[in-house]
C-alpha cells in the first residue's frame, strides 16, 4: 500500500502557534476532509520532517497527540495509518472543541444562536479569563444539533478585543474555535474541562426539550492560546441522552499546565444559571 500525499501548505514560521500544533491541524484536515481514508498508511516520520521542515520530536509530538484522540494508529513493523472511526462522541481533553470532533465522525452541526453582544461579563467568567471584575466582554448563547437532534445548551464568553470576529462570524453552521484561529490566530493548545452530572431545571429541560429532573452532562470550560493565556470560556449542557463524552488517560504523556494556575470550580447548582 502506498503512503498518503502530504499537504501542499506548510508551517507558518512566523506564527505565535507551536510548530507540533500547526502540523497537527494540517494532518487532522486531511483526516477530516476524507483527503485520507480510513486504512491508509500515512508517510514515514522522515518524510514529514522533510516535507514540512520541522524536526523529528515536533513531528512525534503530532503524531502522539493523534493517536491519543484515536485519529491514527500504529502498527509494529508496518508503520502508522489512518484510524476506524470513533462510535459517536466528544474527546473531553482534545483540543479541538465540539464541532470539530462532531464533524471529523461525519455528523452534521448546527446551531442556533440565541445572544451573541458585548455586556458586562458574570464574576465566574472573569475569573476564568482573568480579567478584573466588572470587565465588559462578549456572551454567546447557542443551542446545538447534531443530526438534527438537539444535544447541548452553551454559554461563552470571551474577552472585548475578540468580539468583532465572534459578532461577524458565522455561527450557525461554523466553528468559534475556526473563526478565532483564521482572523485572531487565535488556536486552543491547552485548558481546563471540569465535567459533573446534574439535573435540568425547568429552564433548561425548555430548552434541551427533556423532562425537567431529566440527567444532564455540565461541561465548564477554559482555553488558552499559544502562550497559555486564557481566551475563551463557557458552561455547557449536554443531553445524556444525545452526548456521549470521551476521556483517554496515556501513560507517560505530557500535560500542558500553566504555572501558579488553579482548577476550575464549577460552584452550586444555583451559581450556574443559564
Known amino acids: 500500500m502506498s503512503a498518503l500525499e502530504l499537504p501542499a501548505s506548510q508551517i507558518d514560521r512566523t506564527s505565535p502557534v507551536p510548530f507540533y500544533f500547526q502540523l497537527k491541524r494540517q494532518l487532522v484536515e486531511q483526516i477530516v476532509s476524507d483527503g485520507w481514508k480510513k486504512g491508509e498508511r500515512m508517510p514515514s516520520e522522515s518524510t514529514i520532517c522533510e516535507h514540512f521542515g520541522v524536526s523529528r520530536p515536533t513531528v512525534r509530538q503530532a503524531l502522539a497527540e493523534l493517536e491519543r484522540e484515536g485519529l491514527i494508529r500504529k502498527e509494529k513493523g508496518r508503520g502508522t495509518f489512518v484510524a476506524e472511526p470513533r462510535p459517536s462522541s466528544w474527546l473531553l481533553q482534545s483540543a479541538r472543541g465540539f464541532y470539530d470532533d462532531a464533524v471529523r465522525m461525519g455528523h452534521t452541526v448546527t446551531s442556533r444562536v440565541l445572544k451573541c453582544e458585548v455586556e458586562q461579563l458574570p464574576e465566574w467568567a472573569c475569573e476564568?479569563?482573568?480579567?478584573?471584575?466588572?470587565?465588559?466582554?462578549?456572551?454567546?448563547?447557542?443551542l446545538r444539533w447534531v443530526d438534527d437532534r438537539i444535544a447541548m445548551y452553551v454559554v461563552t464568553h470571551l474577552p472585548h478585543g475578540l468580539s468583532e470576529t465572534v459578532l461577524t462570524a458565522d455561527l450557525k453552521n461554523g466553528s468559534l474555535y475556526r473563526a478565532l484561529e483564521e482572523r485572531e490566530r487565535c488556536v486552543v493548545v491547552g485548558g481546563t474541562r471540569v465535567i459533573e452530572a446534574v439535573r435540568a431545571e425547568e429552564q433548561l429541560a425548555a430548552l434541551l426539550e427533556v423532562e425537567p429532573g431529566s440527567p444532564l452532562l455540565f461541561v465548564e470550560s477554559v482555553s488558552w492560546d499559544a502562550e497559555l493565556h486564557p481566551f475563551e470560556c463557557y458552561r455547557a449542557w449536554h443531553r445524556a441522552d444525545q452526548t456521549k463524552i470521551e476521556v483517554q488517560v496515556a501513560k507517560n504523556e505530557e500535560v500542558v499546565r500553566r504555572p501558579g494556575s488553579a482548577p476550575l470550580r464549577c460552584g452550586s447548582p444555583s451559581d450556574r444559571a443559564p
Request: charged residues 35%; without cysteine; positive net charge.
Open 128 to 142: 476564568a479569563l482573568e480579567l478584573p471584575e466588572g470587565s465588559r466582554g462578549l456572551t454567546l448563547k447557542r
